[in-house]
């Protein structure tokens, strides 16, 4: 059974920095892997993804603020944060998309970890 474990989540103020990690329990050497953000009262947001081959999106709300990078020697996904503004409070979740093999599911999610940014 595949596991996603996020950590690095806390309390923030306005303009700080966060770095997410997103560790799995086997090789992401094959796997498509991101972030999401659920709000209160709003609809999750895709924040970022990373492709196998390094290929990066973002959503605009986080361009230029936020970068994914990934160490598939470590099975881990990261999501460095900058310049963090309240609108991002909210709980971030790691996925994964399966490969069709030894990733079976169709995607994977971990637990989510707690952004809030405030003064």
């Known amino acids: 059974q595949v596991q996603l474990v996020e950590s690095g989540g806390g309390l923030v103020q306005p303009g700080g920095s966060l770095r997410l990690s997103c560790a799995a329990s086997?090789?992401?050497?094959?796997?498509?892997m991101g972030w999401f953000r659920q709000a209160p009262g709003k609809q999750r947001e895709l924040v970022a993804t990373?492709?196998?081959?390094?290929?990066?999106n973002y959503a605009d709300s986080v361009k230029g603020r936020f970068t994914i990078s990934r160490d598939n020697a470590k099975n881990t996904v990261y999501l460095q944060m900058n310049n963090l503004k309240p609108e991002d409070t909210a709980v971030y979740l790691c996925?994964?998309?399966?490969?069709?093999?030894?990733?079976?599911?169709?995607?994977?999610w971990g637990q989510g970890t707690q952004v809030t940014v405030s003064s």
């Open positions: 990373i492709t196998d081959g390094g290929s990066i």
């Open positions: 996925y994964a998309l399966g490969d069709g093999s030894s990733w079976s599911r169709l995607v994977y």
């Open positions: 086997k090789s992401i050497f094959s796997i498509n």
